[in-house]
């Protein structure tokens, strides 16, 4: 286990349940858990393929219990897996926290999902928080439109004094928003990176500025890059080396790792190919030259 970083921000490579271990308990104010969901990804060369769903189900109820731990008794925890497995993750943490809110994430695809069944185009969270009555959650931070009152200018006649609909309203538990893809801004090569967007409304919602965030799985460090943009402190867990490298960039922690520029993968449609006497010149749309 190796950690880089500074005060307000660290990047740890290993192990989730060794990281975890090392934290101390009731230390942290938000945990977003993304972990890797058994269905067969490729992460990097590596297959997440548990040999059995029991062996998948109990090393999940290792770091989900070593996250209970972590969490201050004011702290949050929102985690995603794969529909199979959410509600083993529901039932084993209902004697531990309070689950709040069963969310869905919900997205488009252009692609065929399904063709003999009804494909799946969404992916559950759990919100879940140590004490009901003691906790985080910044609904004025999050508020998004209410059609009745924003378009339509429906007045509510149940009243005392009839009034205009609301034109803003805390989200309900269904929310879309776009997968990354390959030509979005954002996009980093991972096969789930989740979508800032995403990151942006449970930070803002379960936590303040100066508040530590968790991310055990951290992939393309996401939630420690919108935990940086608003101003919170975070701590970003993985156990891939190629993705830790991406992490320290996002977070500016490094220009350099063992001797490599820390710099953006560039995408295909982000260089041009020009070949003169047989041999190959690339440049990058802007025409700055990157190598032949």
């Known amino acids: 286990m190796h950690i880089t970083g500074t005060d307000k921000h660290k990047v740890i490579h290993g192990d989730a349940l060794e990281a975890l271990r090392s934290l101390p308990d009731n230390s942290v104010e938000l945990i977003f858990a993304d972990p890797p969901y058994n269905i067969g990804k490729n992460f990097n060369g ?26 201050k008794t004011n702290g949050s925890f929102y985690v995603m897996t794969a529909t199979q497995f959410m509600p083993y993750f529901d039932i084993f943490l209902r004697g531990k926290l309070e689950i709040l809110s069963r969310l869905v994430w919900s997205y488009d695809s252009s692609g065929v999902q399904a063709k003999n069944y009804f494909g799946s185009m969404y992916e559950p969270i759990l919100f879940c928080v140590k004490d009901k009555k003691n906790y985080t959650f910044n609904s004025s931070d999050i508020l998004v439109e209410a059609k009745t009152g924003a378009k339509r200018k429906l007045i509510d006649y149940r009243k005392a004094t009839p009034t205009v ?110 070949i003169s006497n047989g041999q190959q010149t690339l440049f990058t749309l802007d025409g700055t030259y990157i190598h032949k």
């Open 46 to 71: 590596h297959v997440e393929r548990w040999e059995s769903d029991e062996a998948y189900l109990n090393w999940c109820y290792e770091w989900l219990l070593l996250c209970v731990n972590k969490l």
């Open 165 to 274: 609909y609301n034109s803003e309203k805390v989200p309900g538990n269904v929310w879309d928003f776009p997968r990354v893809r390959y030509r979005m801004s954002e996009y980093e090569n991972h096969p789930t990176q989740k979508p800032v967007a995403l990151l942006e409304r449970i930070i803002k919602a379960s936590s303040n500025q100066g508040d530590l965030i968790l991310d055990p799985f951290s992939g393309t460090f996401t939630t420690s890059f919108v935990a940086k943009e608003l101003n919170r402190s975070s701590i970003g867990v993985e156990l891939q080396e190629d993705y830790v490298k991406i992490g320290l960039r996002r977070l500016q922690l490094a220009k350099e790792y063992k001797g490599e520029k820390l710099e953006k993968e560039l995408r295909s449609f982000e260089v041009k190919n020009t």
